[in-house]
């Protein structure tokens, strides 16, 4: 056993958000001023805002706080942070929802989406452990049968854990693993039955066509599931998260989000122009590979960390 001790969850998340944070206070270098805020300044600023990546409707609020406050003595480096992250938090704030286990009759279904690399299977892994340490049964459906390593991986995850695993072979019919799934679920009292999903944009018809038919088997079996649609988005792919969230949105009803990958890379920001854009709840996030690299999402503390502010987000 490693004598290693457990780096705290903020300062993972920390530095997960790290880029994001210096890249706005780069973007913002030189804008900082003793003097009045003038429409320049604040042109500069906004556009600074937007270019790290959160969003044009979040630079243009903060943008129009700093113009009706009226800064008259000017504003330095902290103040304007703090603004940042007071504006951000109100952004982020309603979308912050944890899944919620409420289905009856049980289980309550969870389709997980995304493209591929995203994080997805190691995503459910880490939410199904999440959901353990709420006293939650769980169970999972290997339903991205287009990957062998995607089924191998699931299956690995599921042993590590201690979850039980319905699979098929590769190319297999993934509807017919879910309605198994759900018997099988409702046969031993499973409360959630969280299915992986195939992920490929550039395959995005068949994509849509084998979502749509999981969403009829299920029907059959009980017309409100699926309970949660969940699209998982890669933190380092920046503003073409937005893309993802519009494309599955529209096709595969996409009800909540959870970020991914947010390590020294990632460009946490779009987090915000996300929410500012669609008003989606965003579940959970994750930091790195462990298990415990999972948490609910806490709009507050992102807040903070985005904004690189040191004091508390009102």
Do not use: C
């Not at 944070?21 to 500069?44: I, M, P, V, Y």
């Not at 073409?240 to 595969?252: W, Y």
């Not at 996030?285 to 507050?300: A, H, M, Q």
């Amino acid at each position: 056993m490693s004598d290693t001790p457990a780096i705290p969850w903020h300062d993972k998340l920390a530095a997960g958000f790290r880029r994001t944070s210096e890249r706005l206070g780069g973007n913002l270098s030189g804008l900082f001023t003793k003097e009045k805020l003038d429409r320049q300044t604040l042109d500069e600023i906004e556009e600074a805002l937007i270019a790290s990546d959160l969003g044009p409707v979040t630079a243009m609020r903060i943008r129009d706080r700093l113009e009706s406050e009226r800064y008259d003595k000017g504003l330095d480096e902290a103040g304007l942070r703090q603004i940042v992250a007071d504006e951000v938090a109100k952004v982020l704030r309603p979308v912050a929802k944890p899944l919620e286990i409420e289905a009856f009759p049980r289980p309550q279904v969870i389709l997980v989406i995304g493209v591929n690399g995203s994080g997805k299977t190691t995503t459910i892994a880490k939410l199904a452990h999440l959901l353990q340490e709420q006293d939650y049964q769980v169970m999972l459906v290997a339903g991205d049968t287009f990957r062998a390593a995607a089924i191998g991986q699931l299956k690995v995850w599921a042993e590590r854990i201690g979850v039980p695993i319905i699979t098929g072979k590769e190319g297999g019919d993934a509807a017919s693993l879910v309605w198994e799934g759900v018997k099988q679920g409702t046969a031993i009292g499973t409360d959630v039955l969280i299915v992986d999903t195939a992920g490929r944009l550039q395959n995005k018809a068949g994509l849509m066509d084998e979502l749509s038919k999981i969403r009829r088997v299920l029907g059959r079996l009980n017309p409100a599931a699926p309970h949660d649609v969940v699209l998982v988005l890669d933190a380092t792919t920046g503003q073409n998260a937005i893309s993802q969230i519009e494309i599955f949105g529209r096709d595969a009803g996409v009800t909540g989000l959870v970020m991914t990958k947010l390590d020294g890379t990632a460009k946490g920001g779009v987090l915000v122009a996300a929410a500012e854009k669609f008003g989606l709840p965003i579940h959970a996030i994750g930091v790195g590979e462990t298990l415990d690299d999972f948490k609910p999402f806490d709009p507050d503390e992102v807040a903070g960390l985005i904004a690189g502010s040191r004091t508390t987000v009102k």
